[in-house]
């Protein structure tokens, strides 16, 4: 399984930089959701992937019975795409807003306050 | 329980919100600023006294002993920062009551504010990695809101620049965090400082402490990462300008001084070495951006960039002395530089820009201004006896006693051009006369406003800093001092934090 993620997570990751590297915001964005994905993906993946052992403890007892999997990293993703989530909700917003203000959606004519 | 740890959280927090609670009215949440920038400020001179006293201050949130639960600490460094967040955040409530347009207070800028003010304070006081990213993001979406207050066109522009590249640096560190969570299995930062010291593969080791760097280096605006902060910072409303200015790369700043020297300090011919070079190149390339300016606000923000890199120099250094420079130059850095910004603004009250080709005539009708300008711009040149002479007098020595000849003299070479280009904004700004195609009626009327008077007050309480520490230094020293100690012996930190451990 872990072959088949990691694999998944650097195409991810090209893809988001190439998508932020085009000159549109809005395939900018688009870049920072895939970005904001692969990273998600890769702290599912290095955390290790174990399958079929909900991390439960039994009646009784104080630790779990084997190897379970690590809720944590879950834990980890799910404030991740949370964040993620009214990050990118404020980009959007802030793209649309600057379409309407600067009437192009081209970063290579937004160099007025560059040096 | 050692409350003074939650508290400069909690109560930007709970100021925010009651900001938000009184929505329509302007006049209750300038009350609400100023009375909770306050208290931030009381209770970081309280954390900094239990400092002083106990070294570190521990606290498990819920009370989940470390390393399961998420742990506030406060060092030497941390309780340094918070106190100048809370001057900081004085400061500018109390300058934001003449500055801020109601348009802005009317969409939010004081609970912005003070989330923003949250989101710092949480940065420096957590002691968990996982958690130090998500207080970089309650910081970023705050300034993204507030960078944008007005919405200009060149805000808009700046605005693009700033919120990529500091979402592409989030990214970047929640990669590393998950990486290094796949060596180690642990958030906590001392835990992880531990278990780091047993794991053979010190490859992987080597390439997640690059991806903190370069994480760090954006936030911080470090060479070669820097480009967004010089697009950006000048397009906001000035008070916030100041804030992010005094504030925001120096949580970036803050964050490699931590994991630097207390989780990554096994390998520092590696780390420390690269971060050398990306300090001398922060130092050079800021001082000679603000050299081509133009612009105020500008240039002030060119020489953000290059005053970081002494701050780095003194972590790339690692000397004990070298430390005690990069901790002290914070300090002094933070208030100067504030400062400046706080001045431009003032400028720009009273002849409506900030091109310094239309400014001029400000010494002759302003003579006070023109004074509380040169403090600190002469502070953050280095000449003596102001604090800056002071901080980059350590950091130098720390160089030369390292015999890093070529960055010693880079950072040489780097107080000699800031001079000019203070110098230059003197000369434009200050000594020139004032062109005529510039309108100098506000000028004109001799007398000072109220509205002007709360401009003036913070500039001064920090000229009054930035002289405080330069003619009585060995206090501010000691606590440079103190925290380097803290800080080159990591295992005071973890005892702290993980002695708890039933």
């Known amino acids: ?85 009214g990050v990118l909700a404020f980009a959007v917003v802030l793209i649309h807003r600057a379409y309407a203000i600067l009437h192009t959606d081209n970063l290579d004519q937004m160099k007025d306050t560059d040096t | 329980m050692s409350l003074e740890v939650a508290l400069p959280i909690v109560i930007p927090l709970l100021t925010g919100a009651l900001c938000v609670l009184f929505w329509r009215s302007n006049i209750m949440q300038r009350i609400l600023s100023v009375v909770g920038s306050t208290a931030l400020l009381a209770v970081s001179i309280w954390l900094l006294a239990s400092v002083y006293d106990q070294g570190h201050v521990v606290m498990h949130m819920g009370n989940w002993m470390a390393p399961f639960g998420i742990t506030l600490v406060a060092d030497m460094l941390s309780a340094i920062m918070i106190l100048l967040t809370g001057m900081m955040a004085l400061a500018i409530a109390i300058y934001s009551l003449a500055s801020a347009s109601t ?99 010190t490859g992987l080791v080597d390439v997640i402490a690059a991806m903190f760097l370069v994480a760090f280096g954006i936030k911080a605006a470090a060479f070669p990462l820097f480009f967004w902060l010089p697009a950006s910072y000048h397009t906001g409303p000035v008070a916030v300008s100041a804030l992010f200015a005094g504030l925001l790369t120096k949580v970036g700043v803050y964050a490699l001084f931590r994991v630097f020297t207390l989780i990554f300090n096994n390998a520092p011919e590696f780390t420390h070495e690269l971060l050398l070079w990306i300090a001398a190149g922060t130092m050079l390339t800021g001082v000679l951006g603000a050299a081509a300016q133009f612009e105020f606000r500008r240039i002030l923000s060119f020489h953000i960039v290059s005053q970081i890199g002494y701050m780095l120099l003194g972590l790339a250094l690692y000397t004990p002395l070298a430390l005690i420079g990069g901790v002290f130059y914070i300090m002094h850095h933070i208030i100067v530089k504030t400062n ?65 000849w070529v960055v010693t003299g880079i950072a040489l070479l780097v107080g000699l051009l800031t001079l000019y280009s203070m110098i230059k904004i003197w000369a434009e700004a200050f000594w020139k006369k004032l062109p005529d195609s510039t309108d100098g009626a506000s000028l004109e009327r001799g007398r000072t406003s109220g509205s002007l008077m709360l401009m003036y007050a913070p500039v001064v309480a920090l000229a009054a800093c930035t002289l405080l520490i330069g003619l009585n230094g060995q206090p501010i020293y000691d606590m440079a001092e103190f925290s380097a100690r803290q800080l080159m012996d990591p295992s005071q930190y973890i005892n702290a934090v993980l002695g708890g451990r039933p």
Request: hydrophobic share 55%.
């Open chain 2, 340 to 404: 400046l910004f706080l001045i431009s603004g003032i400028a720009h009250r009273l002849l409506g820009t900030y091109d310094l080709k239309k400014l001029g005539g400000l010494y002759k009708s302003r003579p006070v201004l023109s004074l509380l300008f040169l403090i600190p711009a002469l502070s953050l040149a280095g000449i003596p006896p102001l604090s800056g002479f002071f901080a980059k007098f350590i950091v130098i020595r720390a160089g030369i006693e390292a015999e890093a």
């Open chain 2, 103 to 201: 348009t802005h207070e009317k969409f939010g800028y004081y609970p912005l504010m003070h989330l923003l003010l949250a989101g710092v304070a949480g940065s420096f006081l957590t002691g968990d990695i996982f958690n130090l990213y998500v207080w970089f993001e309650v910081m970023l979406i705050a300034s993204f809101a507030l960078l944008v207050l007005g919405g200009e066109r060149a805000q808009m522009e700046g605005a693009v620049k700033y919120v990529t590249l500091n979402l592409l640096s989030s990214a970047i560190f929640l990669s590393a965090v998950g990486l290094l969570y796949g060596v180690v299995g642990t958030l906590n930062m001392a835990d992880i400082a531990v278990k780091l010291g047993e794991v053979e593969n």
């Open chain 1, 1 to 85: 399984m872990e072959p088949i993620l990691a694999i998944a997570v650097g195409l991810l990751y090209a893809a988001a930089i190439y998508m932020m590297l085009r000159r549109s915001i809005v395939k900018l964005v688009i870049g920072l959701m895939l970005l904001s994905n692969a990273a998600n993906l890769l702290i599912f993946t290095s955390a290790g992937v174990t399958r079929g052992a909900p991390p439960l403890i039994a009646e009784g007892a104080s630790l779990p019975d084997g190897i379970v999997a690590d809720p944590l990293p879950q834990a980890l993703i799910l404030t991740a795409i949370v964040i993620a989530f």
